[in-house]
């Protein structure tokens, strides 16, 4: 199985501050990385998939990067309804984990 | 616009069994798989396997496959997830959530989730 690691597992920042979560899988799963995001109460929402492709509808603050095990997302200007947890998922192979999750808080 | 609406919150007893409902709409059922997704309370997020609507044909995490049944009825474009042997364990939020599929194959990441259904199983 291949498992991913998320840093750091709490974030907190301030509105406007550039964030940065990374992801690091056992193996590789280039590009098959994916990255939600969820609200406290809610369901996770789609934010980035084959590692770098913003789905449609998420503000271009997102972004992703990386290849081969590393993976990084940033949020280049923190917004207020950017709190909540971020997970990372690869689907490079059966079965498909996901990361454990990076709260983050806003200051 | 795409939804899935999931059916309400459930209380069991250990060793019975829950059925999870899962509308979809807004798109054509048939096309896209669709997965169930559980989250124990403060924890992450776990798969456990898929179903294609258009076939019934399914695929279940290792950890789930002697006790889960996974379903779909396309006349009410409805899928279900039926777990079996409860334990405090499987105490979670369960979640169905949409492939946006590659072509005809599943691209085993989600892109609209239902609301989630908390099952809790407690004596």
């Known amino acids: 199985d291949i498992q991913m690691a998320q840093s750091p597992s709490t974030l907190s920042a301030s509105v406007g501050d550039r964030v940065t979560i990374t992801c690091r899988a056992s193996h590789t799963v280039s590009p098959w990385l994916a990255w939600y995001h969820q609200k406290p109460g809610k369901a996770p929402k789609l934010l980035i998939y084959?590692?770098?492709t913003l789905q449609s509808g998420v503000p271009s603050r997102f972004s992703g990067s990386g290849s081969g095990t590393e993976f990084t997302l940033t949020i280049s200007a923190l917004q207020p309804d950017d709190f909540g947890t971020y997970y990372c998922?690869?689907?490079?192979?059966?079965?498909?984990?996901f990361g454990l999750g990076t709260k983050l808080e806003i200051k | 616009q795409v939804q899935l609406v999931q059916s309400g919150a459930e209380v069991k007893k250990p060793g019975a069994s829950v059925k999870v409902s899962c509308q979809a709409s807004?798109?054509?059922?048939?096309?896209?798989?669709i997965h169930w997704i559980r989250q124990a309370p403060g924890q992450g997020l776990e798969w456990m396997g898929w179903?294609?609507?258009?076939?019934?044909?399914?695929n279940y995490d290792q950890k789930f496959r002697a006790r889960v049944i996974m379903t779909r009825d396309t006349s009410i474009s409805t899928v279900y997830m039926e777990l079996s042997r409860l334990t405090s364990d499987d105490t979670a939020i369960y979640y169905c959530a949409r492939d946006p599929m590659h072509g005809d194959y599943p691209f085993y990441h989600f892109d609209y989730w239902g609301q989630g259904t908390l099952v809790t199983v407690s004596s």
């Open positions: 084959k590692a770098t």
């Open positions: 998922q690869h689907y490079k192979s059966y079965p498909y984990n």
């Open positions: 179903v294609n609507p258009h076939s019934g044909d399914t």
């Open positions: 807004g798109y054509r059922f048939n096309v896209n798989f």
